[in-house]
């Protein structure tokens, strides 16, 4: 049973634009949630984060929403940049603590020149 | 990142042999993950630990075992490889308490033919 669902294989957009990844969740006690930003042959590295006691933050140009009552919640990249170009990973966390991670499929992001 | 290191970085074994992957951190986290990486997957978790000598399984661990002797080191071994182990492998670090989630290494893409 998958836990967390990115339902967007991939995702187009123009340079400048805006990109919004999508991410639900089915388990009520992640209260932690983070993105991953993953390039060919390198390892995931973190992005942004946000605990389940607010319902956005802010960092930059990446903006991420939390919708509890929906279990969904969402990367806002604004403008979107060809080196954005890479593979999305949404991860959630029960427990304030995020020694263990649960992690969507991931999402390509292709943001076109 | 200099923090986690992966060895080795690509690998071609013949199916039925052993096979170790290993993962070194100089960071001394508590935590230790390996992941598996495959299209249409995401991010699986095989196996991990939470101090010396204490690991546990994750979602897909048939197949694999590991060992964690010192902080620095996690090793993952596949005891007779089989194709469907042809896979990028992640190894991951983490302390319970840091906001940014895991630090992955640079991964080890296996190839089991």
């Known amino acids: 049973d998958q836990q967390v669902k990115q339902n967007s294989p991939s995702l187009s957009v123009q340079e400048g634009r805006i990109s919004i990844l999508n991410c639900d969740y089915t388990?009520?006690?992640?209260?932690?949630f983070l993105w991953y930003k993953k390039y060919p042959a390198e390892g995931p590295t973190f992005l942004i984060s946000?605990?389940?006691?607010?319902d956005k933050n802010e960092d930059g140009r990446f903006t991420v929403f939390l919708n509890k009552s929906a279990k969904h919640l969402s990367l806002h990249i604004v403008p979107s940049q060809p080196g954005d170009s890479a593979v999305y990973f949404c991860?959630?966390?029960?427990?304030?603590?995020?020694?263990?991670?649960?992690f969507g499929k991931g999402t390509l992001l292709t943001v076109n020149p | 990142d200099a923090g986690i290191t992966q060895s080795p970085r690509h690998k071609v074994t013949e199916t039925g042999t052993p096979v170790t992957l290993r993962c070194h951190q100089t960071?001394?986290?508590?935590?230790m993950y390996w992941y598996r990486q495959d299209p249409g997957h995401g991010l699986r978790l095989i196996h991990y630990?939470?101090?010396?000598?204490?690991?546990d399984k994750g979602e897909v661990s048939d197949g694999y075992s590991v060992s964690r002797s010192k902080t620095e080191d996690f090793l993952l071994t596949l005891e007779s490889a089989t194709s469907s182990q042809t896979s990028v492998y992640f190894c991951?670090?983490?302390?319970?308490?840091?906001?940014?989630?895991?630090?992955f290494g640079s991964g080890t893409r296996l190839t089991v033919v």
């Open positions: 991860a959630a966390s029960s427990g304030g603590s995020n020694y263990k991670l649960t």
């Open positions: 388990n009520s006690m992640f209260d932690y």
């Open positions: 991951a670090i983490s302390e319970s308490t840091d906001v940014y989630g895991y630090t």
């Open positions: 630990s939470y101090g010396v000598k204490d690991t």
């Open positions: 946000i605990s389940s006691i607010k």
């Open positions: 960071e001394n986290h508590r935590y």
